[in-house]
């Protein structure tokens, strides 16, 4: 049997252009760059949040510090109005309140002060802060109950409350003394104090 051989080179196969696979591999970069871009743009927009934030938070801490600053203010406003209202109230009606002021001075031990008195009109009511110090033989305690038995005794005053009381030390020279400091409301008959002691109004 005779075989044939072609000897002849055979020709290679080119391999075509895959227009397909072309737009494949251009969208997958497309896409690449895209997400790239969209990545960096959320991360700004992160750090822009972030720096907005922190100046939220800053603004909101000056706000509380501003409304510290007002409720402070407030507070010294509606002290100052309470000191007015008093002083308007002892120039207008003189004689009851200086009856009541001449009854506290004489009632009062020798170791207890008055640092602030707030005169309620609507109430008939003197609310006294101050401190009880002590002294050689007298203690702060007994000087306060006896003030207020003595109050308990006047003829201008009906009753008397004791609300609170703090205990502290004064410095007298080199040595320490222990104090209270104290608050009274004491509730007054308006008749009784706008009479003088001999009778006269």
Known sequence: MAMKLDLLPTERKKFGFDIVIALMFVLIAISGIGFYLYGNKLKEDAEAKKLEVAGIQKKIEDEKKDLGDIDSL????????????????????????????DELASLLPN?????????????????????????????PVESISGF??????????????????????????????????????????????????????
């Open 74 to 101: 407030r507070a010294k406003l509606k002290d100052l109005q309470a000191n007015i209202d008093t002083v308007k109230t002892l120039k207008l009606d003189p004689v009851r309140y200086s009856n009541l002021l």
């Open 111 to 139: 170791n207890m002060w008055v640092s602030n008195i707030a005169i309620d009109t609507q109430k008939n009511t003197l609310t006294l802060t101050g401190v009880a110090a002590e002294q050689p033989g007298v203690r």
């Open 148 to 201: 207020m038995k003595s109050v308990s005794r006047s003829k201008y005053f009906k009753r008397s409350v004791i609300s609170s009381t703090t205990r502290g030390t004064v410095d007298v020279g080199d040595n320490k003394y222990t104090s209270y400091s104290w608050n009274i409301e004491l509730e007054y008959d308006k008749d009784k104090a706008i009479s003088s002691e001999d009778g006269r109004s």
